[in-house]
């Protein structure tokens, strides 16, 4: 009989669920995310909803990191695999995931939406096509053509709900409400659509005791992955107006977030993948906090105190996922803003 595991080795070298090994088991290999700009805009920016734009968010929309818009798909892929060339050493054997990242990328005609996400499919390189948007830009027609492409080549949608907090979504200027997020879940799911939700840790005025609460609650909703992001201040933002004027005085220090990150994992079901335990903005950009710039001490501080602590992904998860066979918008919704049942 084959020897069972204990959790805390269960993902290789990680305590915890983590992306690269999901990605490993399914292709064998590592897979690399090439960020593309599908030169979208957002409903928070042209007016719609707003004009300002998520409170944290910068110029490029969450995509600081992306191509030119005015470069054709194919193109973009070709500039991305460049930028990540100096790590590959040399490998010929690469496969990618097409991120669209920057603003909200299922803002635009179906058509146009077909057209672009077609052409990053069917690159041959291409494995997977993940897609972040806004839960409130998922009607019927996009729906539906995210099924059909899903049937091509695995499809995620990345989800920005950053908080369950009603303060901290006006704070942040969301501009949507939980159950609008809900919904969108739901009917993800329904379709075997997977969901990667984000959330911020650090937001202010948010204790421990409210990001936590955020986490359990997304621990008993039908999603298949997690970013857990520091917050980011950055140069050119409102938020960073507001942290230059002295309005807003204080981040998270180091320790205070390696602890947070780690409960977060121990009540995070096993079955999420972990997606991101923090995150790097860009070092120009960066006003806070600095100690976020070496990205490499706070990766290698987190596995550290999980293996002090002997602690894992699920340890003290408490949550359920609802069946399938009951999954739905009305029996999400009962969850209200409380979250958990």
Known sequence: MEEVKPAREMWGDKRYHSLDYELKKIYGQKIYKLSLNGGMSCPNRDGTIGRCGCIFCSEGGSGDFASSPLRSITEQIADAKALIAPKLSGRKDCRYIAYFQAYTNTYAPV???????????????????????????????????LAGLNKIKPIWVELGLQTMHPKSAKFIRRGYPLSCFEEAVANLHALGIPVIVHSILGLPGETREEMLQTIDYLAGLPIQGIKLQLLHILKGTDLGDLYESGRIKDTLPLDEYIDIVISCLERLPQNIVIHRITGDGPRSLLLAPLWSKNKKLVLNSIHKQMKIRDTWQGKECKSFILSESKIGKSEIGKRGEGGVP
């Open 111 to 145: 058509s146009y939406l077909e057209k672009i996400f077609t052409e990053a499919l069917l690159h041959p390189e291409i494995v997977l096509l993940s897609i972040a948007t806004r839960p409130d830009c998922l009607g019927e027609e996009v729906l539906t053509l």
